[in-house]
């Protein structure tokens, strides 16, 4: 059975750094693409950025850029989302997700997610 389990979320002042962390069982992620969402209150869930199988190359949205980096370890088959000088606007649960496809920034595009983890910025 696949698994995602996302873990590092918590509480962190504006201009903070937090990594986030997604352990995958049950399947063996290296020649996946894989990808980081959120979803603030009220709002749709978002794409945050996608990470290549190798993980040589990442993409992101507008609004994360120049601020997050995902990396991977496939030897540990876990994927991360550093996230630097984070803004009352990063608050959001925070979700992993492997990639089928189509387009890396379409939720519909991803078959298997986390669970989720809550980030709050606060100001």
């Known amino acids: 059975q696949v698994q995602l389990v996302e873990s590092g979320g918590g509480l962190v002042q504006a201009g903070g750094s937090l990594r986030l962390s997604c352990a995958a069982s049950?399947?063996?992620?290296?020649?996946?693409?894989m990808g980081w969402f959120r979803q603030a209150p009220g709002k749709e869930r978002e794409f945050v950025g996608a990470i290549s199988e190798s993980g040589v190359s990442t993409y992101y949205a507008n609004s994360v850029k120049e601020r997050f980096i995902i990396s991977r370890d496939n030897a540990k088959n876990t994927v991360y989302l550093q996230m630097n000088s984070l803004k009352p606007e990063d608050t959001a649960v925070y979700y992993c997700?492997?990639?089928?496809?189509?387009?890396?920034?379409?939720?519909?595009?991803?078959?298997?997610w986390g669970q989720g983890t809550q980030l709050t910025v606060s100001s």
């Open positions: 049950g399947h063996t992620f290296s020649s996946d693409v």
């Open positions: 997700a492997v990639f089928r496809a189509g387009y890396y920034y379409s939720e519909k595009s991803y078959n298997y």
